[in-house]
């Protein structure tokens, strides 16, 4: 077999290959199927499948270079096919498997995979690798590692991929967060809750890479969450703010056995106060890590829970080299308290960056400091703190207010389970906070008036909702995202002020 130069790293399939041979019996995944079965994958399958994969995808014109798009749901075969890429040099992106036909379309163009790994191709693929050679394919490098796709806030598609080649290297650590405290035992048996097409989700090919376990589950749940980390002892997991509110929801939560939890890491989303004081309380605040960041790859921004409780609400302190400013829209830095765009430096620079064409590049200033549209302030101690997105910032009287606040305030009320708050077009206050409120019980919600004097007495007046409105759910992803945008659309219809084109079809 070839082997390829490298400069200490080791390829994306390779890497999978040494694990399986190092440990083949060891079990790699435990998929938790949404029906309740379970299936047990060792790391022996996970390599020899991928590499009969891949053999199916080279002749099919897959080669170095080419984008493969993974669009499957949370499976072994979602991660088998990730590895077969990689195997075939690709740079493998997964993508959302449930896209809207006219979105998928617009993300397919601006990435132009070569292949596509989708329920329409799959059964094809897997079924044409049954008759593949196991045997190890020649070494290869992919040049990019992996992307992720991203509407942002925008809604405009972006492929965001990295841009180092698709190398492992073992001395880098595989937490960075939490391995800045102190080494974890190995090896981690790590949950993955988030969809595999998700950075959150995406990281358990890391894991496997680095000989760790994971318990997979094929949809978010809450309550199963619970059950398999007590049944697997499960080390660790990194969830989003609606994630942790729902398994912190758990009837019984209290009595249940987390002792097995090394870590619990937050990310993608600011966290309601209440919240973060639940989970220090739940795993202990040396247990419990926040990080700031981004696909983009421009910096993070990180703290522990006992950092967090004594600066509560903040995203942290820079991570490593990065350095954090906060910027008004000319472009001035602000002091200490004032909000403003979130701007961070490192000395590499972001280390992904987009593909496609008409995608407009990152903001960033002429020293170096880059942002993606986040707003927020520093403290005296130099701890950073979100406001919220600049675009989803609500212009009401004058008066600037920012759903996150409002939806975190909300989102301590018994009988809400779930709230979004947008601006909606009004005539005498140009636009007006509005609530959309999933509530515990469907078919009894609070009363208006009782949602709206909730964030009264949580958040100045002018802050809280003037109109409330009632749903048996909101449409999140399987990433836990939605769309204001979208939302706003469906309840205004196309704003006349608006001359994007695309705004009112998308």
């Known amino acids: 077999m070839a082997s390829v130069m490298t400069d200490g790293g080791v390829p994306y399939g390779t890497q999978i290959r040494h694990t399986a041979e190092a440990e083949p019996d060891a079990v790699a995944i435990v998929f938790a ?4 079965t379970e299936r047990l994958v ?33 499976s072994p075969e979602h991660l088998m096919a990730c ?34 790994v989708d329920a329409d191709h799959a059964d094809e693929y897997f079924l ?56 974890l035992p190995q090896p981690q048996r790590v949950l993955v809750p988030a969809p595999l097409y998700h950075t959150n989700g995406f990281t358990a090919t890391r894991n496997l890479m680095a000989g760790e376990r994971i318990v997979l589950l094929e949809r978010f749940n ?9 049944q697997y002892g499960i080390t660790g997991f990194i969830g989003a703010t609606p994630m942790l509110q729902r398994i912190a929801a758990v009837p019984g939560i209290d009595e249940r056995d987390l002792s097995s939890l090394d870590w619990v890491q937050q990310g993608a989303s600011p966290l309601p106060l209440w919240l973060g004081r639940r989970w220090c ?32 609400g903040t995203l942290g302190l820079p991570f490593g080299e990065a350095v954090v400013k906060i910027l008004d829209p000319e472009g001035k830095e602000l002091p200490a308290g004032e909000v403003g765009g979130i701007y961070i430096w490192t000395p590499t620079g972001p280390a992904a960056s987009y593909v496609g064409d008409n995608v407009t590049p990152m903001t960033r200033t002429d020293d170096g400091f880059v942002t993606v549209g986040d707003l927020g302030w520093l403290d005296e101690g130099g701890y950073l703190y979100m406001a919220d997105r600049r675009v989803d910032m609500i212009v ?35 636009r007006r906070v509005h609530a959309i409120v999933q509530p515990v019980d469907v078919a009894n919600p609070p009363g208006e008036a009782d949602i709206i004097g909730f964030a009264k007495a949580r958040l100045a007046s002018y802050k809280a909702p003037k109109t409330v409105e009632f749903v048996a759910s909101l449409p999140r992803s399987e990433a836990m995202k939605l769309s204001r945008g979208a939302l706003v659309l469906e309840r205004d219809g196309p ?3 608006d001359e994007s084109p695309g705004a009112a079809t998308a």
Not at 33 to 36: K, L, N, P, S, V
Not at 160 to 171: C, D, K, R, S, T
Not at 173 to 183: D, R
């Open 33 to 36: 199927a949404e029906d309740g």
């Open 42 to 74: 060792t790391f022996r399958e996970l390599d020899e499948r991928s590499t009969q994969i891949a053999r199916v995808l080279i002749d099919r014109g897959l080669s170095v270079g080419d984008f493969l798009a993974v669009s499957l749901r949370n």
């Open 83 to 116: 590895f077969a890429g990689w195997k075939a040099g690709a740079i493998v992106v997964p993508m959302r498997w449930d896209l809207p036909e006219w979105e998928r379309g617009r993300v397919l163009a601006t990435m132009r995979p070569k292949l596509v």
């Open 128 to 183: 044409a690798a049954d008759a593949a050679s196991t045997t190890p394919l020649d070494e290869v490098v992919p040049p990019r590692g992996f992307g992720v796709c991203s509407s942002g806030s925008t809604g405009a598609p972006k492929v965001i991929v990295m841009n180092l080649p698709g190398l492992f290297y073992a001395e880098a650590g595989l937490n960075m967060v939490v391995e800045s405290y102190g080494t």
């Open 222 to 230: 809450a309550a199963r969450i619970v059950d398999l980390i007590e």
């Open 281 to 312: 309380e739940l795993v202990g605040p040396e247990h419990f890590y926040l990080s700031y960041g981004a696909s983009e790859m421009h910096g993070l921004v990180t703290c522990r829970g006992d950092q967090w409780l004594a600066h509560p």
């Open 396 to 430: 009401t009287g004058a008066a600037n207010v920012f759903p996150a606040e409002v939806e975190a305030a909300l989102s301590e009320h018994p009988d809400i389970v779930d709230v979004v708050v947008v601006g909606l077009r009004d005539p005498e206050w140009g």
């Open 495 to 497: 704003d006349p002020a």
